[in-house]
């Protein structure tokens, strides 16, 4: 079992930034491919950034690419996501994923979900 517990969510405006945090505990976090997700109210979860298994290379929806960066601490078992230039269709409940190894970005290749943290873009 992996348990994840996200932190950095709040309100800002257009234009801001937003660190995410995502601690992760209960086994060899450097064994787990990690991702953020996303979702809005009335949508479906969407996928917003990942780290391939196991060199950790970046991936990202192209929705956020160029203004979201992911990364992780192996040594801190956190994964963060800095979001820079914010928009207000950025505003959902993000969420953090953890899966051991394999691959992919879709919401079913995660085995292990951290609660949410919401953030919000006003314009």
């Known amino acids: 079992q992996v348990q994840l517990v996200e932190s950095g969510g709040g309100l800002v405006q257009a234009g801001g930034s937003l660190r995410l945090s995502c601690a992760a505990s209960g086994r060899t976090f450097s064994n787990y491919r990690t991702a953020w997700f996303r979702q809005a109210p009335g949508k479906e979860r969407e996928f917003v950034s990942g780290?391939?298994?196991?060199?950790?290379?970046?991936y990202y929806a192209d929705s956020v690419k160029g203004r979201f960066t992911i990364s992780r601490d192996n040594s801190k078992n956190t994964v963060y996501l800095q979001m820079n230039s914010l928009k207000p269709e950025d505003t959902a409940v993000y969420y953090c994923?953890?899966?051991?190894?394999?691959?992919?970005?879709?919401?079913?290749?995660?085995?292990?979900w951290g609660q949410g943290t919401q953030v919000t873009v006003s314009s």
């Open positions: 994923a953890a899966a051991y190894r394999g691959r992919g970005n879709g919401a079913t290749d995660y085995e292990y």
């Open positions: 780290l391939s298994w196991p060199v950790n290379i970046p």
